[in-house]
């Protein structure tokens, strides 16, 4: 039996680097050798037991935007040939069940996502089904390849949210806030807002999409300086990438009547905030959810770097071997000059991109 080194949560705050079997695969599916793999605000979640569903599923190996090289095929894959590079859908559908067959495949009665209900991508080798797979162009390199996944969540909450030409978009979190604002600049946004707690990151999304940013240790009232920027309008749009009660709350008191909040962070279980239900009717507020990209929102992410419409290999701080997963989970909770940290089990020493 062939086996190979991964990052094992084994429960809530326990992590085990260990040696484990290759995964087998079936007919249907490929074994790929992990390049990268970043790190998401969701794996902290994970790893401190946030998710009451995926505690139940541990001991596990997470990890979830990944890429890497096709190892060995599945006889029933087409279209791809060892050593092609990689990204994968991480969605697994059941493709008959009453959302599926309405073309909902986010709302799938049996819906998993590789690396986050079954074995992913912090290890040497994943596995994954052929039709998941899409190649990814010359023209992107590594460090970008390792942005396809977490663009793909950007660009499905960018459709949902709809922004138009010249309105106003606010956007709560500077992680992948950061990405969900320069999306938005693509659409045409004016002005751009950025909240955050962190003056590094609020620098970045200045650089990268953001018209104004408010340092809410700096400005506490974000919601007031959100209407003194629209002229005491509110924003025509909202979208809250934290995940808290307190910031969506915050967000629906931004929002213009007839404005709309776009939820993209992901809260715990029993985190509830409470509305004016008034307010959907006479000032026509607006709510939509987006959980995760799926199908071809892997090849839209892939067409937007591959023609450089989308910058994002400044956001990444540093790679790190997969033997120190545990100790960047926690930097990047304490290291405020971190913004994307990425893990690859093809290195033994750290590269560091920041200053």
């Known amino acids: ?89 991480i969605c697994i559908t059941c493709g008959t069940c009453y959302h599926c067959r309405r073309g909902e495949g986010l709302l799938c009665s049996t819906f998993k996502q590789i690396g986050i209900h079954t074995n992913g991508a912090y290890a040497e080798y994943v596995k994954a089904p052929w039709q998941n797979c899409f190649i990814v162009p010359d023209e992107v390199d590594d460090y ?79 919601v007031a300086e959100v209407m003194k920027l629209t002229n005491g309008v509110g924003a025509d749009y909202v979208l809250e990438a934290v995940g808290t009660g307190k910031t969506y709350k915050q967000a629906f008191d931004m929002i213009r009547k007839g404005g709309k909040v776009e939820a993209f962070g992901i809260c715990a279980e029993d985190d509830y905030v409470s509305l004016p239900p008034l307010s959907f009717v006479v000032e026509e507020k607006k709510i939509s959810g987006s959980c995760a990209g799926i199908g071809n929102d892997w090849g839209d992410a892939l ?39 990425i893990v690859s089990p093809e290195i033994t020493e750290r590269i560091i991109l920041y200053k």
């Open 144 to 222: 970008e390849a390792a942005f396809i996944e977490p663009l793909t969540a950007c660009l499905n909450a960018s459709r949902k949210m709809d922004c138009k030409i010249a309105t106003s978009v606010v956007v709560i979190g500077c992680g992948l806030g950061i990405v969900h604002a320069a999306l938005a600049k693509l659409r045409g946004a004016a002005p751009i807002i950025v909240i955050g707690d962190n003056e590094e990151r609020l620098a970045m999304a200045r650089q990268v999409a953001a018209d104004y940013t408010i340092n809410i240790n700096e400005t506490p009232d974000a």
């Open 1 to 89: 039996m062939r086996m190979m080194k991964a990052q094992v949560l084994e429960e809530p705050y326990k992590l085990s680097y260990r040696e484990v079997p290759v995964p087998q695969i079936n007919d249907d599916e490929v074994l790929i050798k992990v390049k990268y793999c970043g790190i998401c605000g969701s794996d902290w979640g994970s790893y401190t037991g946030k998710y009451a569903d995926e505690r139940e599923l541990l001991p596990l190996t997470t990890g979830h935007e990944f890429w890497g090289v096709v190892e060995e095929l599945g006889k029933n894959a087409k279209n791809l040939k060892i050593g092609d590079r990689v990204a994968v859908d």
């Open 303 to 341: 067409s937007l770097l591959r023609y450089k419409r989308i910058l994002l290999k400044p956001l990444i701080s540093m790679i790190v071997p997969l033997s120190e997963l545990e100790m960047a989970l926690k930097e990047l909770r304490e290291n405020p000059k971190l913004v994307k940290v």
